[in-house]
């Protein structure tokens, strides 16, 4: 996809990395840390369910996290962008397909 610059799926608990592809910058341990804080701080705030994906801006990039739930531990899929030559609506939507077809 246009402005894509990297993409990675991580174990969302050890942080050990399956497979990555491009250039975009990612510490995979890093982002399983995020996500398991953020989503252990929400329930402590009292939202129910599991953190599904996370989008973290900055001025000239972005980070997609998106949780794929799976027996055994959690798969995390991360996703780099340039910010001014990605859409991050399609980057969602299409790893929402994604996810889709890996819990199918």
Same mark, same amino acid.
């Given at each position: 996809?246009?402005?894509?610059?990297?993409?990675?799926?991580?174990?969302?608990?050890?942080?050990?990395?399956?497979?990555?592809?491009?250039?975009?910058?990612?510490?995979?341990?890093?982002?399983?840390?995020?996500?398991?804080?953020?989503?252990?701080?929400?329930? #402590?705030?009292? &939202?129910?369910? @599991?953190?599904?994906?996370?989008?973290?801006?900055?001025?000239? =990039? +972005? !980070?997609? $996290?998106? *949780?794929?739930?799976?027996?055994?531990?959690?798969? #995390?899929?991360? &996703?780099?962008? @340039?910010?001014?030559?990605?859409?991050?609506?399609?980057?969602? =939507? +299409? !790893?929402? $397909?994604? *996810?889709?077809?890996?819990?199918?």
């Amino acid at each position: 996809m246009p402005g894509v610059t990297g993409a990675a799926l991580v174990d969302a608990v050890t942080g050990l990395s399956y497979g990555r592809s491009g250039t975009g910058e990612m510490d995979a341990a890093e982002c399983s840390r995020l996500v398991a804080f953020v989503g252990d701080r929400l329930h #402590l705030a009292g &939202a129910q369910g @599991e953190l599904e994906s996370m989008v973290i801006t900055g001025t000239r =990039h +972005q !980070l997609v $996290l998106r *949780a794929l739930p799976r027996r055994g531990d959690p798969l #995390l899929l991360m &996703a780099a962008l @340039e910010r001014d030559q990605a859409n991050l609506a399609l980057v969602l =939507h +299409q !790893l929402d $397909l994604y *996810a889709e077809g890996a819990a199918g």
